[in-house]
């Protein structure tokens, strides 16, 4: 559905985006990742006809952003972080405009309108004007407005910004709603929304892109080793008599002792990536007589990538105006 070409952007000599390619197929949710500064949403804007690039092209469903920028918006739905909501005008008021605005004519923009109240949860707000609404319902309203005209493609930049824990539950929900039939692009920095609903992940940093994959592809790629947590009823097992016997196991790099929490003693194991030796230290303390009582391997979070890949490397790049640069 997609292809980004060689994708440049600078703002007075400031690089914004650095030649970046990708593809995204029909169908597949994309989580688009990266630092504040880092190039997400000009990349977003540039995709959606918002702003031209320096150079380079986007393609969607065949079509330039160059040279076919109107047909290009009819088919997307584009919800910023800061949603531009007419705030002065009720809720239902708004998507009747909204929907008038896209092309729908009745009785489908009626039909669409009612699918957009129950699929957003507007019920209850319909006669609100915008500007009394708290910020999950403005950014259900804004998810609305995105959806509305019932688009190919759903671009959302930062849909839980600024919200409290349920309202990014129930946002949560509705993205996954929208995967399911949709072709969809997530700018967050939630990052376990980003494992819990995204097909694919592209990080990118300083303008360039820094990682391509799924969730469990990218944290398998950059693990070169694994971490096992165990644990022994302190009152009888000695960790000093211990720890020799399991350091001569085939597979373990390292064992480290790492203090004694609720009456149980904890050993910190680093294995092999390949090596998964939880069978091998439960056979080797029931042949000890060793009291286990925990015993679990140490997963890799998108969260631990993703500073690998961004920590201490601000964009310093961004000298342009405020109202130019991305965050």
């Known amino acids: 559905m997609i292809s980004v070409e060689n994708l440049r952007k600078r703002y007075d000599g400031t690089v914004a985006v650095d030649d970046i390619s990708f593809e995204v197929q ?26 031209p690039p320096t150079s380079g092209d986007v393609i969607i469903n065949g079509r330039s952003v160059l040279e076919d920028s109107m047909e290009i918006r009819k088919s997307l739905g584009y919800l910023p972080e800061d949603s531009p909501l007419y705030t ?34 507007l019920g209850d707000v319909l006669s609100r004007d915008i500007r009394e609404l708290s910020r999950g319902y403005r950014q259900r309203v804004g998810l609305a407005q995105a959806l509305v005209h019932d688009p190919d493609l759903i671009i959302l930049d930062e ?25 969809l692009i997530l700018s967050t920095h939630i990052l376990p929304e980003v494992t819990a609903t995204c097909d694919r992940v592209i990080i990118i940093n300083r303008g360039g892109i820094v990682a391509d994959g799924s969730p469990e592809e990218l944290v398998g790629r950059m693990q070169g080793s694994q971490r096992l947590q165990i644990g022994f009823a302190a009152g009888s097992f000695d960790v000093s008599t211990a720890v020799p016997v399991i350091e001569a196991l085939p597979g373990v790099s ?17 294995t092999g990536k390949e090596s998964d030796l939880r069978l091998d230290l439960y056979r080797l303390a029931a042949g000890n007589e060793w009291p286990l009582v925990e015993l679990h391997l140490e997963q890799g979070t998108l969260e631990d990538i993703f500073r690998e890949l961004t920590v201490g490397d601000e964009s310093v790049r961004r000298t342009g105006p405020a109202s130019e640069r991305e965050g």
Request: hydrophobic share 35%; charged share 25%; glycine share 12%.
């Open 159 to 183: 849909p839980t910004s600024g919200l409290d824990p349920n309202q990014i539950a129930e946002i949560r929900t509705l993205i996954r709603e929208f995967g399911k039939e949709k072709t």
């Open 26 to 51: 029909t169908g597949e949710v994309l989580g688009f990742l990266g630092p504040n500064g880092a190039g997400k949403t000009t990349t977003m804007k540039i995709m959606t006809c918002y702003m």
């Open 254 to 270: 390292s064992v480290e002792s790492t203090g004694v929490e609720g009456g149980v003693a904890l050993l910190s194991l680093e």
């Open 88 to 121: 002065f005008l009720p809720v239902l008021e708004y998507l009747q405009f909204v929907a008038e605005m896209r092309g729908l004519q009745p009785p489908i923009r009626g039909k669409r309108i009612r699918e957009m109240i129950e699929v957003c949860g």
